[in-house]
């Protein structure tokens, strides 16, 4: 089973920049097609990107696409959430899983990790 520990969160202000980061154990985690969600306070979680096994496609949600740029290392067990021009709406924790789904219905089938909460302030 593959464990995760997202970490990188913080405060920000609004059109700043953070790098999230997502440590996976298990071998089975090169062959999953991982993603980022996030929830903010009072709402579902959803889902921000994704990237296949290879690295070789990537997804985004519409309201951070240009914006976020999510990238892995198979070799290390890690994978990446690059995030500039972030706004307040962006306030959420972020969780990293491994991903299934298709459009807007991706989802995380692990178990889920402890998250890492962003706060951008206006």
């Known amino acids: 089973q593959v464990q995760l520990v997202e970490s990188g969160g913080g405060l920000v202000q609004a059109g700043g920049s953070l790098r999230l980061s997502c440590a996976a154990s298990g071998r089975a985690f090169s062959s999953y097609t991982m993603g980022w969600f996030r929830q903010a306070p009072g709402k579902e979680r959803e889902f921000v990107a994704t990237?296949?096994?290879?690295?070789?496609?990537?997804y985004y949600a519409d309201s951070v696409k240009g914006r976020f740029t999510i990238s892995r290392d198979n070799a290390k067990n890690m994978v990446y959430l690059q995030m500039s021009s972030l706004k307040p709406e962006d306030t959420a924790v972020y969780y990293c899983?491994?991903?299934?789904?298709?459009?807007?219905?991706?989802?995380?089938?692990?178990?889920w990790g402890q998250g890492t909460q962003v706060t951008v302030s206006s």
């Open positions: 990237i296949t096994w290879s690295g070789s496609s990537t």
């Open positions: 899983n491994a991903a299934a789904g298709y459009g807007s219905t991706w989802d995380g089938f692990l178990s």
